[in-house]
């Protein structure tokens, strides 16, 4: 139900801010339509629609870069500096995952892990993500069932994400992208302590 409403909140958001900037633009056609006049001849008319296009794209300059600065310093990433012994390697395959501390940096199919894995609460942890075989998608669930973070498991390819599990409990682990018949019985856990 939480999950719902945050999402609906958020459609709110994008939808008000969607509307805010139509009508910005009406508003600017509005001007323009306005403050001109039919006897004005076509040369004074476009020094005049050049004049307002050029205030406003310095203005919406303006706003994407402070929205851009704003935002990024709220994106999610723990920053890089982490002890090497918070790595794990996660690999895919049909149909199992298998997580082992380290990096992992032998030949893919010589990995021997197991489907469950524990790790230590608030340490920033890198997952080197990669498959065996076709394509999987690790994704990490707390013990309410929210999706914590996801990222692909792809063949001959290594995806790294970083994350802090700020609770002890147990984390499940699912494949997000249909991989075949026993897609749904890919699972791991990792208890956090
Ligand atoms: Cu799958």
């Given amino acids: 139900m939480s999950i719902l409403f945050v999402l609906l909140t958020l459609q709110v958001s994008a939808a008000l801010i969607s509307l805010a900037g139509t009508i910005l633009v009406i508003a600017v056609v509005v001007f323009l339509m306005a403050s001109s006049s039919s006897e004005e001849d076509k040369y004074t008319a476009k020094h005049k629609v050049y004049k307002v296009r050029g205030r406003y794209f310095f203005a919406l300059v303006f706003c994407i870069t402070v ?9 999610p990433y723990p920053n890089s500096q982490m002890p090497p012994g918070n790595t794990v390697t996660v690999v895919g395959a049909q149909w199992s995952w298998k997580l082992a501390p380290g990096e992992f940096n032998k030949k ?17 942890i890198k997952f080197v993500v990669t498959s065996v075989d076709v394509n999987h998608s690790m994704g990490i669930y707390n013990s309410k069932g929210d999706l914590m973070i996801q990222t692909q498991a792809m063949p001959q390819y290594k995806n790294e994400l970083q994350f802090k599990f700020q609770q002890p409990g147990d984390y499940h682990i699912l494949c997000l992208e249909y991989c075949g018949l026993v897609h749904a019985n890919m699972a791991g856990i990792i208890h956090v302590q």
């Fill in 67 to 75: 929205l851009l600065i704003v935002s990024l310093r709220l994106l």
């Fill in 108 to 124: 893919v199919n010589e990995f021997t892990g197991k489907n469950e894995i524990t790790l230590p609460v608030n340490a920033n």
